[in-house]
C-alpha cells in the first residue's frame, strides 16, 4: 500500500500568497505598495541573435553611472517596487544605475529560451553590451541573493572585462551531495520549493541519486571554480541561512586559490536566507537591532571603494566581519572560524540533564518512539519554503512531544561564546533495519523560550559513509557509536540561559521521513512517500560505556570590528523628543537617521559644529545613525545610536 503525504504543515505556521510572498521576502526592499518605480524597458543582445528582457533605472537622463547588474529568475518587474543598497524608489540620488535582467527561458526573456541555457555567458555578453551604452561609465558590478547571487558566480567566472566586483549573497554556486542529503536524508521543503520555483525536471538528477557516486563527484568538480574568479567579490551569509557552511567554503577557496584573493571578503550575520539582503533586525522571533542595515551598509562601502574611487579604508579592513549573536556584537577576524581557545564538552545524563562530570553511573537507555506517519514537526530553522517559518522560533511545541527526548544544562553563570562548529557524539541503536536520529540545539532564555539555533540529522544506513559500499543496515539491538556536526555558528550563550539538545528521529519536513523499512527511500522518485512504514522503537544510550555528549568550540574574546572610518557622532540629548543635537561633525557631509529595517527616514547635509536634526516626524523607537563625508553613499559606516521617546 502506496500513501502519498502533502507536507506536514501546521495551521498556522501557513502563510498566504504562496507565490507572491516567496518572492517578496527574498527582496525586503520594497517600497510603499501602490508606489512603483518607472523604468525603461530595454532589450540586450545576446550572440545567438535573441535578446534578453532587461529595465534600466537611471538617476537622471543625462550622465554616465557605475551599472548595478541584476540577473534574476523570479521577475524583474517586482524591483519596480523598491531597489536594494538603500535605495528603495530614491533612484535620482544613487550614486549607481540599475539594470535588472530576466534570465533566459524566464519572464520577460522567455521567448529567448534555449536548451540548456550557458548562464554564465548570457551575463558577460549583458556585462559587456551594458558597459557600451552612453548612461554607464564603464564600470558594472553583479548583486543578488540566492539564485541571484549563484549566477553572479557564474558571470565572473567567464571574466567579462566591465566586471568589477560582484556581492553573492547567501549563494555558493557549488553544487554537492550534503547541499541535498544532509546526514543522507533529503530536504525535502527545501526540494519541493526549488521544483515550484523552476520545475521538477531540473532537479531528477538530484532524486534519482540519493547516494554519493560518480554524479556528485563530477557536480562538485564542476562547480567549484576559485581559480577562475578574478574580480573582489562580498560574499554575504547569514547563521540562520541554509547556505551557510556553502558561503563559508566558497569564501575560503577564493582567498587560497583566486587570481585576487587578498581582496575577498565575508560578512556573516544573524540572518535567514530572506532577511540578509535587506537585514532587517528582526529574524524570525529573535531581533537583532545591532545587526540592522549591515548587509546593506558594508556592501555600500564595498561598491563605493570599487566603484567610486572612496578613500573609506575598505582595503584596510579584515577579511572576515561576523556578528556574534548572545552578545550581539561585531567581530573580525582572518579567516571563520577563529581558532578555538577551548572546548566544553556537555555529558548527557540519564535525568535529562547536562553537565561537564563524565558519569560513573552505569549505561542507561533513553526510549525514542518515532512513527513517520506522525512526524516531529519543523518549527523556524533554516528552512527556504515560504509555508514554513524561517530562523529562530521557540521550539516548545517540539519538546512538549512524546517523540522528543530533551536535554539541558544547569544555568550559566558566564558567557559561553561559540564560534564553529558543534559536534555531538551519540549512542545509538533501534529494533530497525534503518532509522534517522534528528538534532536540535536551542538556547533557553531565562523566561523558558527555547529559540533554534541549529539542527542536524544522521540516516543510520549512511552511518558509515555515503556511497553504495558504506551503505549498511541497523541490527536490531546494536549500539551505534555516530557523530554529527552543527553548521557553522557565532552565539554566545549568556548568563542565566542554558544550553539545550533536542534528540528526536524527524524534522519535517525540513528533512524527509525515514519509513525505516531499509528499503527504497525514495520510490519512483517520490520524495514525500510512505510505502508501509514501520514504527521505530529506537534508544539513545547514555552514561557508563555510553557518554553521550556535546562538544562546543569557545573563544575567550571577541576582537571587536573597528567601523571603517566612522565619524564619532556625539548626539544629545539622547534620548530625544523633538530635536537632537550633533557635535563636532567634520565639514562637508551628510547625517542620515536609519530604522532598524534599514530605511533611511532622515538625511541632512551638514558644514560645521552643532548640528540640529527635527526628529519630530519619528516613530517612539530605536534608530541608527551614520554620517557620510563628502556626499551621499560614500561611507555607509554606523556612527551613533539615538532613542526616540514621545
Known sequence: MTTKFTPFIPSRKIKPFVGILLLLVLFPFAGAMGQVLQPQSIDIPMSDGK???????????????????????????????????????????SPYAFVVLDWRCFYGSLAACTLNPDR?????????????????????????????????FQTARKQPPHLVCAVPIVASPHTHYHQYYPGGALRTEYMETLNFLFGNSSFNPVVNNPIYNFIWIASENLSMYPD?????????????????????????????????????????????????????????????????????????????????????????????????MGENTWASTESYPPAADDFKEYFLYENLEMGTALSVNPSAAKDLIYDPENPSPTIGGKTLSPLLLQGPYDQAEVESRSDALVFTSPELTEPLRVNGKIETTLYVSSDRLDTDFALRLTDVYPDGRSI?????????????????????????????????????????????????????????????????TGAEMYPNGNIDTL????????????????????????????????????????????PAKDQVFIRNLPAGGTVEVIDLQGKVLLSKVV????????????????????FLPEGRHTDKSYAGKLSVLR
Open 607 to 626: 558644514t560645521n559644529g552643532d548640528q540640529p536634526l527635527d526628529v519630530s516626524t519619528l516613530e517612539t523607537g530605536l534608530y541608527q545613525v551614520r
Open 120 to 152: 554564465g555567458q548570457d551575463g558577460y555578453e549583458a556585462v559587456e553590451w551594458i558597459a557600451a551604452q552612453p548612461w554607464c561609465n564603464g564600470k558594472v558590478v553583479t548583486w543578488g541573493p540566492s539564485a541571484l547571487g549563484n549566477i553572479q
Open 228 to 324: 577562475e574568479i578574478a574580480v573582489p567579490m562580498l560574499l554575504i551569509g547569514g547563521w540562520f541561512d541554509h547556505n551557510t557552511d556553502d558561503v563559508i567554503t566558497m569564501f575560503d577557496t577564493l582567498r587560497a586559490l583566486s587570481p585576487v584573493a587578498s581582496q575577498h571578503r565575508l560578512l556573516m550575520g544573524s540572518w535567514t536566507h530572506s532577511g540578509a539582503s535587506g537585514s532587517p533586525a528582526q529574524q524570525g522571533e529573535l531581533s537583532f537591532p545591532e545587526a540592522a542595515g549591515w548587509s546593506v551598509s558594508v556592501a555600500n562601502q564595498f561598491l563605493a571603494y570599487h566603484l567610486l574611487g572612496d578613500d573609506n579604508g575598505w582595503d584596510q579592513s579584515a577579511p572576515v566581519q561576523y556578528f556574534q
Open 51 to 93: 535578446t534578453l528582457a532587461a529595465d534600466l533605472y537611471l538617476p537622471s537622463q543625462s550622465g554616465s553611472y557605475p551599472v548595478v547588474l541584476i540577473q534574476t529568475p523570479y521577475n524583474k518587474n517586482l524591483f519596480q517596487l523598491g531597489l536594494p543598497l538603500g535605495v528603495g524608489q530614491d533612484i535620482e540620488n
Open 531 to 574: 510505502v508501509n512504514p514501520l514504527v521505530a522503537h529506537n534508544k539513545l544510550m547514555v552514561e557508563g560505556l555510553y557518554p553521550s555528549k556535546i562538544t562546543m568550540p569557545l573563544s575567550m574574546t571577541t576582537a571587536t570590528v573597528e567601523t571603517l572610518k566612522a565619524a564619532q557622532l556625539d548626539l544629545y540629548p539622547n
Open 452 to 516: 533554534l539555533l541549529g539542527e542536524a540529522i544522521q540516516r543510520m544506513r549512511f552511518r558509515n559513509g555515503y556511497t553504495f559500499s558504506d551503505t549498511a543496515s541497523m541490527m536490531p539491538g546494536e549500539v551505534y557509536e555516530i557523530k554529527m556536526k552543527f553548521e557553522n555558528l557565532s552565539h554566545s550563550f549568556m548568563p542565566g540561559h542554558k544550553v539545550r539538545l533536542i534528540v528526536t528521529s524527524s524534522n519535517y519536513p525540513r528533512y524527509n521521513r525515514n519509513m525505516n
